[in-house]
T-cell receptor, first 111, second 115 residues
């Protein structure tokens, strides 16, 4: 089974609203990463949060990490139609070199 | 910089045929990865190479073999293709492997259909 499980699987919001996606995982990690995939394209890295960090910001992105609950969330504020994409969390096991992805959240932002 | 280059972009195989997917990176990265992506399944790790000269199984290695030809190149081989291997395959790389907190850079993918 996959390391990361994401919730919700699909999310539809209006432009200007905030979008929150959640990710849960099972094993110890060195860091957790979020990626974005536009339809038919490869994945692009958004943000990385280390296991000793609790919150990180990058532009309109805010990521939190709770290692006690083995969960993370990605918040996109003031969403735009161009944010329409699939978003994936990935857990980096560090000591093995493996990077395991969740199933993803498909976000639709309506103009 | 080309980044991560995958070839071919599209391929159609008949059941039982073999083929090799090629991946090359020009960023002097140590680690390379092969993933497959199926609808609703996210990305699943097939094999990875944490450093030149090493390869390890991922989540779904059955039916695949890999070769880390040199630091730049990491190929994925299907010896006897099956319809269940119809998928989009992504190659990725990153600068360092173990405990280094590095992000992945992805290729544009290979869409493979096995009839």
């Amino acid at each position: 089974s996959q390391q990361g499980e994401e919730d919700p699987q699909a999310l539809s919001i209006q432009e200007g609203e905030n979008a929150t996606m959640n990710c849960s995982y099972k094993t110890s990690i060195n860091n957790l990463q979020w990626y974005r995939q536009n339809s038919g394209r490869g994945l692009v890295h958004l943000i990385l949060i280390r296991s000793n960090e609790r919150e990180k910001h990058s532009g309109r992105l805010r990521v939190t990490l709770d290692t006690s609950k083995k969960s993370s969330s990605l918040l996109i504020t003031a969403s735009r139609a161009a944010d329409t994409a699939s978003y994936f969390c990935a857990t980096d096991e560090g000591n093995t070199g493996k990077l395991i992805f969740g199933q993803g959240t498909t976000l639709q932002v309506k103009p | 910089n080309a980044g991560v280059t995958q070839t071919p972009k599209f391929q159609v195989l008949k059941t039982g045929q073999s083929m090799t997917l090629q991946c090359a990176q020009d960023m002097n990265h140590n680690s390379m990865y092969w993933y497959r992506q199926d609808p609703g399944m996210g990305l699943r790790l097939i094999y990875y190479s944490a450093s030149e000269g090493t390869t390890d199984k991922g989540e779904v290695p059955n039916g695949y073999n890999v070769s880390r030809l040199n630091k730049r190149e990491f190929s994925l081989r299907l010896e006897s293709a099956a319809p269940s291997q119809t998928s989009v395959y992504f190659c990725a790389s990153r600068r360092q492997g173990l405990a280094a907190n590095e992000k992945l850079f992805f290729g544009s993918g290979t869409q493979l259909s096995v009839l």
